[in-house]
């Protein structure tokens, strides 16, 4: 367990270490890059934008539940429904659910390119395989999954908005006032930098298990799951590092 | 030219290839047969490198293969036409695009000089009017016939062929063996292919190489081939009633 811990992860940097060599040509690495972003970033909008709707809502109507006390303001339940958004449901929650939708597209389909021997086409031509393939993925997910992620806050809050503008849990002028409340910009940096750094791991991760699948559709099926869980994982874990690190 | 020095290869310690030695000359057509698991395919990747020997050499014109350096080994991949048993041609581009792939790597021609190249390719297996289809959308001959198209777009100096003709109507099959041939002989290129059909070898074998299970059982020119006296190489050629019948009218 802990011998096979240590191989994947040296193999795991060697991989890297190939992903991220100078590419063949630039043009093709950029045309892949913008392929890569609509079909992993792009599609990933509609998904996004739904959980961050309802989960904005379901946050004022449960913060408004919790905070029954007269003595605290009623604009704190903007305030923290902000908070939430930004410091983790944004980009943690968003990543793990990421982690599954780019991640287990990303490892089946390099990993049935590999079970089907294109890659070992690739391969035979001198096409630096890994770079061409993973390189884009990773590069856009990066770059990107930023973007998403301050999609899904302003969503989130729209969604809040909604629940409070259709029902009477709190005045809609309190839930504003709450909003706009004490920002501090650098959870918003903070934030980012979290979810590039777990985009990284989802493209890059299960690009890994992808590229080094056997055994058939089965094979790609196991290392597919096999690389949700260990994403997941590298979330959570530098989630915690991340956060003590940087607050 | 090709030469592969005792060359072994297991898999998890099964051994698959026992201590094979042969050479494939320049512009020559250079035929693998053997039964299905004999282990051909096995050899042609352990030649160009997708398998790792055990022990051996794989000598390409004068370079040492397993010790290449990185930039001499690209250069050499680059010299390197090769089809797949299962064609691998990839779902991401249209026939016309798999074809121009390499292409777009290793030359600096403009996009309708791509073009016209992957074109002339595809025409040349026979193909017509499925540029713009997906592998997905095209039969098996026509994949087969795809992976030969992008085999030769660079013009390779080393063609690989894992049974070209498996799964293609006799015609179209003995058309894809004259192509080989033709281009083999047009640019002197250094051909091996693997094959079960005696067609094949009756039609362009200049050399023919026998393996059964791992072992290089025999080798030669096909018109010793049915003197060979080595009787699963009997078995394997005559197991075809045309063979039979062929011979006999020969000794008559
Ligand atoms: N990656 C692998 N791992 C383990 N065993 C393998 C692997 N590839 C091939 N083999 C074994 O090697 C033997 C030879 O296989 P190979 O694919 O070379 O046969 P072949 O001569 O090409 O047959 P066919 O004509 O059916 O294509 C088979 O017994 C197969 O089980
Ligand atoms: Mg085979």
Redesign the interface.
Known sequence: MIRQFFIQTGRYILFMEKVFRRP??WK?TARQFIQESDKLIINSIPLIALISIFIGAVLVIQTAGNLQSPFIPKMYVGYMTRESLVLEFSSTMVCLILAGKIGSNISSEIG??RI???I??M?????NSANFLVLPKIISCTLLTPLLMLMSVFLGITGGYLTVLFTDVIRIADYIQGIRYWFVSFFITYSCIKTAVFAFFISSVSAYFGYYAEGGSLGVGRNSTRAIVITSALILIFDLILTKLML | MIEVKNLYKSFDGREILHDISTRFERGKCSLTIGSSGSGKTVLLKST?G?HKPDSGEVWFDGTLFNQAGETRK?????E?G?L?Q?S????FATALENVM??M???TDMTREEKMDRANFCLQRVNLTNVNDKYPSELSGGMQKRVGIARAIALNPKYLFCDEPNSGLDPLTSIHIDRLIQEITQEYDITTIINTHDMNSVLEIGDKIIFICQGHKKWEGSKEDIFDSGVPELNDFVFASKMARTLISERNR
């Open positions: 063949e040509k093709i049935t390119m089907t021997e294109q070992d086409a391969e035979m031509m001198g096409v | 160009v997708l690209k250069e050499l991949h680059s390197i090769m797949f299962g691998a041609l990839f779902d792939f390499p777009d790597f290793f």
